[in-house]
């Protein structure tokens, strides 16, 4: 079973909102910091959004601050990304990630990130 998975990706109008959901299977997501990231195509992975484990640091790409917001429900070990105002360059595969080390940070770096789920398709189109 694969650790995390991703859901809630669709096809939207430009100024559209969409709830993506990463639910943590054999683990629990409140131990790591978790992030999401996103990749266009042609392009790289870049970062989107994070969460430290208590919720006290949250970092947000300056391409989405204002219109996404990232948030986790420890109880249902769930991480959600709330996208509002969704515009064509926010067209991509949506990545949960959850931090290889347990810390109250929250990290933006790939290579910070040892757990990925296999991403969900958000397209933006008019």
């Known amino acids: 079973q694969v650790p995390l998975l991703e859901s809630g990706g669709d096809f939207v109008q430009p100024g559209g909102s969409l709830k993506l959901s990463c639910v943590g299977s054999g683990f629990s997501t409140r131990d790591y910091p978790m992030a999401w990231f996103r990749q266009a195509p042609g392009k790289e992975r870049e970062f989107v959004a994070a969460?430290?484990?208590?919720?006290?640091?949250?970092k947000y790409a300056d391409s989405v601050k204002g219109r996404f917001t990232v948030s986790r429900d420890r109880w249902k070990n769930t991480m959600y990304l709330q996208m509002n105002h969704l515009q064509p360059e926010d067209t991509a595969v949506y990545y949960c990630a959850a931090a290889s080390r347990r810390s109250g940070l929250a990290p933006t770096e790939i290579g910070e990130f040892g757990y990925w789920g296999q991403g969900t398709q958000v397209t933006v189109s008019s």
């Open positions: 969460r430290s484990r208590d919720g006290g640091s949250t």
